[in-house]
């Protein structure tokens, strides 16, 4: 048998999931950190889109070092895995825990999703975080965070699993997560000075509209990537993304066409993420229980 293709390879579900993986990592590279560094005022622009940067790089080596397996390892507690490493070339040619993919893959495609998870908190603290403060804040909310919500959810010997929460592709393990956790380091940080929220319009609109739109378009991966596989399912999730985000693009600035008098670039932002993040949780359960 070649090494290289093991009888359980699915070859189509094996690229599915890389490409996936890839626009997921695409969403933050560049397209968080353009629209970050474009949303703010100039002064605040590099130090914005640092954050992300930053983060991106920061959990990734975090994943591998042993973020994954405290998220999908053997059991340490009920709501945590065992921390080790991943890059163990035996452990990462083995099949993954689900998919016809190997480790290898499965590793990637998590690890970008634990990223941009750590990147929308920065959203919360634009222009008001210190980056030394950020460089500390990233690996320690990753490691006593991230890893307990996505072994309690996603990984089959989770509490939460078990139980039969369902979390189609992030709706409580990233984005409530990073929400509650914006929110809590926003107030603990405090409001920015009071001169600073008076005219705060962003500084470059169009690299704002492209960061957002890359945002869009690689949610194909994020949640078409949730059946780890290239099947009828991810099609659906990927449908049902699209058609809800952009229904709620519309319905954004009919509202602030109604109660403002006009639409705004801003508001159709605001309901382009408020469609992605609403679908989310279930774009593509068809009365089957899926484990991302």
């Known amino acids: ?42 002064k605040w622009a590099i ?48 099949q993954a825990f689900s998919g016809s993919f190997p480790n290898a893959t499965m590793v990637f495609f998590q690890a970008v999703f634990a990223a941009i998870t750590l990147v929308l908190i920065a959203g919360a603290l634009l222009g008001r975080m210190n980056f030394h403060a950020w460089i500390l804040f990233v690996p320690l909310w990753f490691t006593f965070s991230y890893t307990v919500a996505a072994f309690s959810i996603w990984c089959p010997q989770g509490w939460l699993s078990k139980l039969g929460v369902i979390d189609f592709a992030g709706g409580f393990v990233i984005h409530l997560s990073s929400g509650v956790a914006g929110f809590t380091a926003a107030f603990w940080v405090g409001p920015r000075a009071e001169k600073e929220r008076v005219n705060c319009p962003p500084n470059n609109i169009i690299l704002m509209l492209a960061g957002a739109g890359l945002l869009w378009m690689g949610w194909s991966g994020f949640n078409g990537g949730a059946p780890f596989a290239a099947n009828t399912l991810s099609a659906l999730a990927i449908l049902n993304t699209h058609i809800c985000t952009a229904t709620s693009l519309l319905t954004w600035l009919l509202l602030d066409s109604f109660f403002f008098g006009k639409a705004s670039i801003l508001g159709a932002i605001q309901g382009m993420i408020t469609g992605l993040v609403c679908i989310t949780p279930g774009a593509g359960i068809n009365c089957i229980k899926l484990k991302h």
């Open 47 to 94: 130090n914005s889109a640092f954050m992300a940067f930053y983060a991106f790089a920061a959990v990734l080596v975090c994943w591998v070092g042993w973020g994954y397996r405290m998220s999908f390892g053997e059991k340490l507690v009920f709501f945590l895995g065992k921390p080790a490493v991943a890059l163990d070339e035996k452990y990462l040619l083995k």
């Open 1 to 42: 048998m070649d090494e290289a293709s093991p009888e359980f390879l699915n070859k189509g579900d094996n690229a599915w999931q890389l490409t996936a993986a890839t626009l997921v990592g695409l969403q933050t590279i560049p397209g968080l950190v353009i629209l970050y560094g474009s949303m703010v005022k100039r």
